[in-house]
Structures are given as C-alpha cells and as structure tokens.
C-alpha cells in the first residue's frame, strides 16, 4: 500500500514539474514577446497590421487638354476592364457556373467584340500554370482594356459564364484625329500597386506627363479577421490630386476646318505628306494644327513609325515662299526698284547657270512683274545688287537657323548654306538651305504685323484641375523686329499683287470678299536615292504662306503638299489651294472678320466702365453705335467685356455685369465666341450645341433665370461658308 502511494506521490511530482516547467517556459516566452514585440525575428505590429490594417489605392484622374474656349481634346472618361474567371472552384452552384465551362464557344463570342482573333482568346482562356493548375482568372491585354458602356452591354447580353468587368478609365479623345502628332496619345501600364495608369507616349501627352498624372491618394482603414470593418476605428483618407488641366491655342473649330480640308486633299491627291498651320498674325498663337498622314489617338490606326511633329522637327526646302523674304531684305536695305528691269530667263553663277522655271525667261521685264511670276533670276540680280552680307544678316534676323523657341520639344533649327558663292543665290529662291515650317509662319509675322516679329506659341496657361489656379501662363512673346513697318505694308502690298495680278502665280488663291496676300512655292525634292534633285510635277513640294485681310491681317496659314499625284490637266497650286481656301475663309468668318469688315472702318474705343451706372451707360454705348448687353437687375457695373483700351469695330457687343437676377437676351446670330463670354460672366448653365452662329435657344429672351436648368443653344454654321471652290473652267496657271 505505501509502495503504491509513493508511486502516485511521485507521478504526481513529475506531473507537477512538467506542467510547472511548460507554465514557466511560457510566460518566459510571453515575457520575451512583450519585451521585444518579435517572434521568430518578425515584427508582431508588423503582422497585426498586415492581417487587420488595409489599404485602398484612391486613383488620380489624368488632367484634360482643352482648347482654347474649353472644348475638350482628351480627358479620362469610364470604361471597363475585360477578366475572365477561369477556375472551376469558383463555381459552389453547378447550376449556374460563375468561371468559363465553354472556352471555344467564349472564343467565338468575344472575337466579335474585342479586337483579337478567336483562337488568341482561345489560348489565354485555357491557359495553365507551369505545374498545371489553373489560374483563377485570365485578362486580355490591350484588347480587353478600355471598354466602352457600349460594348460591354453587348458582351453581358450574350450570358457568357466567367466573363467578368472591372471599372476603369480610359483616355478619351473625342474628335478623332485631331492635331494627332501635337496631342499625342496614352498607354495603360501596369504600376507596382497593381493599379494601371496612363502614361503619355506621344506629343502633349508625353511632355506634360508629369503635370497631367497628378497623384494617388489612398484610404487605410481596419478589419476584423473576418474582413468585416471594425466599427469606431478612425480611417486615414489622403485625397487623390488630380492631373493639372492644359489649355491650349488651338481653337476647336479652326482645327476642324484644318482636318476636314486635309483629308479631303490627302484622299483625293495620296501626297507623301502635307502640312497645314494657321496661326495668330498678331500674337503667333498657333490656332490649327497638322499633318498628313496622321493617326486617330483613340485607336492609334494609322500610327505606324513616323512619330515627328513634321512643323518642328522636320526640315524642308521651302521653294518660292523663301523669296517673301528676299523682298523684303532688298526693300529695307535700300535696294528694291520695283520699275527697274532684269533679264529674266538664265543667270550665271561662276560655272553654273540658274534658271527660271520658264526656262527661256519672260524677256526683260520688271523687278515687279518678275516677282509676281515667283522669277528665280529676279532674286539671284536682287541678291547682287544688295550682297551676301546683307541678305544673310536679314535671314538671321527672321530667325532662319535658330530655333523658334515655340513650347514644344524636339524642334530643329534647319540650315542656311553659306560655304559656296551659289549657296547665296539658291537661297535667294528657297532651295539648298533648309528651314521648318513654324520657321517661316515666325519670319511672316514680321510681315503681317508692321515688322513685329512674334514667337509662334501652342499652349495658353496650365490650371490646377482642384483650384483653378493658373499654374503657368504664357503671353505673346516679340521676338525682334527685321524690318520697319513701311517696309512690311510695302511687302504685303506686293504679295497681294502675286494674287491679283494677271501673271501672278498665286491667282489659285483668290478668295471673294477677302484681300489675300502671299507667296506660291514650288521646291525641288532631293533625290533620296542618289545626288540631285527628282524631276517631273508629281515630284516637287508645293506650298503657300498667305495671309488675309492683306491690309491688316488676322490669319497666316502656310499648306504644303509633297508629291500629289496630279492629273494632266492639273498644276501643283490645286491641292494647296483646296486645303489653304476653305480654311482661309471659313476660320476669318468664324471669327466675326466678315467681308465688309475688310477695309478699314471705324471704331469705338472702349473706356472704364466699372463703377458706372448700366442704364444711363447703355444709351451712350448706343449713340456710339455698339450693343450694350446687361448681365443683372441693372444699377452699378461690377465687371466689363471687353477691358477697357480695346478697339471695337460698330455693331459689337459690349458685355456689363451687374448685381441681381439675369434676364435673357435674344442670342439670334451671336457667334460662338460671344456666347462663351455671356457664360462665363453670367453664370448661366448654357449647353451650347453646333458651331458658328446662333440658331435657336430653348428659353426665350426677356425670361428672368431663376434656377441652374440648362438652357439649351444650338448653332449652326451658313452653308456658304463651307463652300471650298466655285464650279467652272478651270484656269491653268503659271507653275511657281
């Protein structure tokens, strides 16, 4: 019996010294844990953190590109992401099965939608992981990103098992193509987050990448080891800072004008390439851009590898239009005698002989006549009587050489030849040296505005998408000034002539109610093969840099075409013509500079209205033939338009801000431009619908406007505006 209790007493010892050894151990080892917050060198924090703390990534939205009256160029707008749930476990109910069961069937379906072919759908569908499992779901690349409402709808009314959308955005450009090579475009790429972001790759997009990303926020908050939110925990919120918003100079409008000519050029001529540029005369803003062939930024068709800006990066030889700047060297220096004679026909250069492009000349004619026949000899005896010195002194003076400076990156500045004695004189005429197309709209500056010379410049100012704040700005820049005033109302006068004139080459350009004036110009291409030049008249670049109205210019538009493919019967000036006329005409009547207005008229000066009484101003704006619009109930003017110092022509509007309740005015044949700034000033919710001139709105005038509803108006632009060439014989022409 005693031997039988000590052995309990015993086992009950060993028990207690286990247990007790274990229990001490333990609270060792708590002990240790509180102390150092480690386990098997981990962070317990750490852990817990990663286990219950969460995190959500608050997704920045892209800035906009907007035109310069803030019509929308690209924007992210939402779109839909294509998966497909690929692995059986994600099925718990046979009946209806939430992953693929059907691969070859999806195939078949999805090719119709999304732009790759059945069996590359096929394949990523039945894909598998080295070991052979399966993945839980599949995605489509590029052709499964971007999605529109559209197509998804279609998609899901198909009952595909599996096929899943994810929200997403997409970069949204609106107007096709449109000023493609300056926008440019975006890729989605992956981000270590797992988040995709649109990275610029191309144009605007790529230089002010940085400025249109902006920055992600995110939202960290807590869960229980269920997932569930843990009520009473605060969350941390850091807000998302959306991509700065660029305004550009481009006008919406314009550019459209720009595009449609183009392309009707382009399909009708199959050019090697065009360009087209309309700019600003009197700020060098550049308003229209573009080129041919081009590419749809949404779809990227028609990118293949030429990716260059051909008005910045690219170099030509510009042919005739160079000579606009001959003339007006020899006027300034003292050496122009538009009466005196030359023989045209040939002229000789040591031991070579320049031509004319009748080779056999015009006889002795004038210096006149012989620039409006675009003459190469009358340049080459120009350039002699003034010198080397000089005219090379007056091209560094336009700019040729150097960079324009304009807010695009890339440019190159071209090369004016000087090492031989023929270099001087084929410069003279356009060809050898090289310049760039944004080269010569700089240098016409010069010409269009008294001899002012204005850096050409693409975009307006950079704004805060949050604030609104104006980030950056940019003005019009003088960038010298080449020649006197009475020199640039001489050149303009001559220019006119070459358009007027019955030997004038550039009497394609004739536009009714509009004074045009410019230069034609015809550039012999380098052989790409070999030296020399090609020969035979699908084989030059044709062009023309005008300006219009000629006495006081608003426009400059320079078109060049390569290479058309003429008909017999046609001369190069045609396909120019077809793009620089209706682009011409249609962007000066837009922009209210109608053919009445051509000749000087008079006009009304506006002072400092603010802090005037509205009602007892409006009959004096009257008696001075304006139209005084008052935005409010009337009483003291708080705001004007335009400022004060401004020239307006009779007739214009003048827009008065006042306190209280606005009454709405008659819109009936206001211009776009206009009603864009009784918007911003009155604050009313316009839905402006169309282009160029008021045609009807959904609130009649004289209702008072209570409430933020939108009012409806549509726009519509006059047929005749749209009209590019008259029917009829067609006259050939001179060739420049």
Do not use: C
Request: net charge neutral; proline share 5%; charged share 25%.
């Amino acid at each position: 019996m005693k031997k039988k209790k000590f052995r309990f007493q015993w086992g009950a010892f060993l028990l207690f010294v286990f247990y007790g050894g274990l229990f001490f151990a333990l609270l060792l080892r708590i002990t240790f844990i509180q102390a150092t917050g480690q386990v098997e060198g981990e962070q317990l924090k750490a852990k817990a953190a990663a286990l219950y703390q969460k995190e959500a990534v608050i997704t920045a939205e892209r800035g906009k590109i907007l035109d310069r009256n803030g019509n929308v160029i690209a924007e992210d707008t939402l779109s839909y992401r294509l998966i497909a749930i690929v692995n059986p476990v994600a099925t718990t109910n046979p009946k209806k099965p939430q992953h693929v069961v059907d691969p070859e069937k999806t195939a078949e379906v999805l090719s119709k939608y999304i732009s790759l072919d059945e069996s590359e759908i096929y394949k990523i569908l039945t894909k598998r992981r080295p070991d052979g499992r399966y993945y839980y779901q599949v995605e489509f690349g590029a052709a499964g990103r971007g999605i529109s409402h559209e197509i998804k709808t279609k998609i899901e009314k198909e009952q595909l098992p599996g096929i899943k959308f994810v929200s997403d955005t997409k970069r949204y450009y609106p107007n096709g193509v449109f000023a493609s090579h300056l926008i440019g475009f975006t890729q989605k790429e992956k981000q270590d987050d797992g988040t995709f972001l649109s990275v610029g790759k191309m144009g605007l997009e790529l230089i002010y990448n940085k400025q249109l990303t902006g920055e992600n926020g995110k939202i960290e908050y807590e869960t229980d080891a269920l997932h569930y939110l843990i009520p009473n925990r605060e969350k941390m919120v850091k807000p998302a800072k959306n991509g700065d918003n660029i305004y550009l100079t481009i006008d919406k409008t314009i550019q459209n004008f720009l595009e449609d000519a183009m392309t009707n050029v382009y399909q009708e001529y199959n050019p090697e390439m065009m360009v087209g540029i309309v700019a600003d005369a009197k700020t060098g803003e550049v308003l229209a851009m573009s080129q041919r062939p081009t590419f749809n930024p949404e779809t990227r068709e028609g990118l293949e590898n030429n990716w260059l800006n051909y008005l910045t990066q690219e170099v030509i030889e510009p042919g005739s239009t160079m000579k606009t700047f001959t003339l007006a060297a020899a006027i300034d220096s003292g050496h122009w005698n538009p009466n005196a004679t030359y023989q045209s026909g040939a002229y000789k250069v040591l031991d070579r002989t320049i031509r004319d492009h009748n080779v056999y000349g015009w006889g002795r004619i004038t210096y006149l006549e012989g620039f409006q026949r675009s003459s190469n000899t009358a340049m080459a005896n120009l350039l002699q009587t003034m010198g080397n010195d000089t005219f090379i002194r007056y091209l560094n003076a336009f700019g040729f050489g150097q960079k324009t400076g304009i807010d695009l990156p890339g440019e190159v500045t071209g090369t004016i030849l000087t090492r031989y004695p023929i270099n001087y004189v084929t410069t003279s005429f356009g060809q050898g040296s090289t310049v760039t197309p944004i080269q010569l709209v700089q240098a016409m500056t010069a010409i269009t505005n008294d001899g002012v010379m204005m850096q050409p410049y693409v975009i307006d100012k950079i704004v805060d998408s949050s604030t609104g704040k104006v980030i950056e700005e940019h003005k019009p820049k003088e960038k010298g000034k080449p020649i006197s005033a009475s020199t640039a109302k001489q050149v303009r006068k001559i220019l006119s002539s070459t358009v007027t004139s019955e030997v004038g080459t550039a009497r394609n350009y004739h536009i009714d109610g509009y004074e045009v004036a410019g230069k034609t110009g015809t550039a012999q291409i380098p052989n790409p093969n070999g030296r020399g030049y090609l020969y035979g008249k699908n084989n030059y670049l044709y062009s023309f840099l005008g300006m219009a109205p000629a006495d006081d210019p608003q426009l400059i538009v320079y078109v060049a075409v390569k290479r058309p493919k003429l008909k017999d019967t046609e001369v190069g000036s045609e396909p120019v013509a077809k793009v620089f006329k209706p682009v011409m005409e249609n962007s000066l009547k837009y922009l209210n500079i109608n053919p009445e207005d051509v000749k000087p008229v008079e006009t009304v000066k506006i002072g400092k209205y603010i802090g005037k009484n509205a009602d007892n101003l409006k009959q004096e704006l009257e008696s001075q033939g304006l139209k005084p619009i008052i935005i409010g109930e009337g009483g003291e003017i708080i705001d004007q338009y335009p400022k004060e110092g401004v020239s307006l022509l009779k007739n214009g509007l003048v827009f008065l801000k006042t306190d209280g309740a606005v009454t709405l005015p008659s819109f009936e044949n206001w211009s776009l431009r206009n009603l864009l700034i009784y918007k911003s000033m009155s604050g009313i919710n316009l839905e402006i619908v169309g282009e160029g001139y008021v045609e009807s709105q959904s609130v009649s005038e004289n209702t008072v406007i209570t409430d933020s509803s939108p009012i409806v108006v549509k726009l519509k632009t006059p047929e005749e505006s749209f009209v590019q060439n008259k029917e009829g014989t067609k006259e050939e022409l001179p060739q420049d």
